[in-house]
């Protein structure tokens, strides 16, 4: 992992992320730290997550659509992201280990590790659509 020197703006950065359960958008957090500190801009924001990521204390999760979500908890874990809404959530499962030494026996190659994302209808949206079929 690379050493980061001290920045103020990384740690706010940081904090906030670390603060936050939902797997925020770039977009999202600049918002957030605009209220905090107004001379931020979106690319600090952009280069400081980069600065993270590349140190190994934050993921960029990457759904499928035009834009990056990211997470503090850089632990094996798995994600949902629903379809409706694009919201990122942690799955509260076991990791499954053994998909490392299927996939290296299958392709030959030398696994080091997976990532895994579950796509579908969360929770929320489920409830607004029941509401509309009522509705209707």
């Known amino acids: 992992m690379k050493t980061l020197k001290y920045s103020?703006?990384?740690?706010e950065l940081y904090d906030l992320l670390s603060s936050v359960k939902t797997h925020p958008t770039a977009d999202w957090l600049y918002g957030e730290?605009?209220?905090k500190m107004p001379n931020i801009s979106l690319g600090t924001v952009y280069r400081n997550l980069a600065l993270l990521i590349e140190a190994g204390k934050v993921q960029k999760i990457t759904v499928g659509t035009s834009t990056d979500h990211f997470d503090a908890n850089t632990s094996n874990h798995y994600h949902f992201v629903c379809n409706c809404c694009e919201r990122v959530y942690d799955l509260d499962m076991e990791v499954m280990e053994n998909l490392n030494q299927e996939a290296e026996e299958q392709s030959g190659h030398k696994v080091t590790g997976h990532s895994l994302l579950f796509y579908g209808t969360c929770n929320a949206c489920k409830e607004k659509e029941n509401r509309k079929d009522v509705l209707q």
């Open 8 to 11: 103020r703006q990384r740690e």
């Open 33 to 35: 730290l605009r209220k």
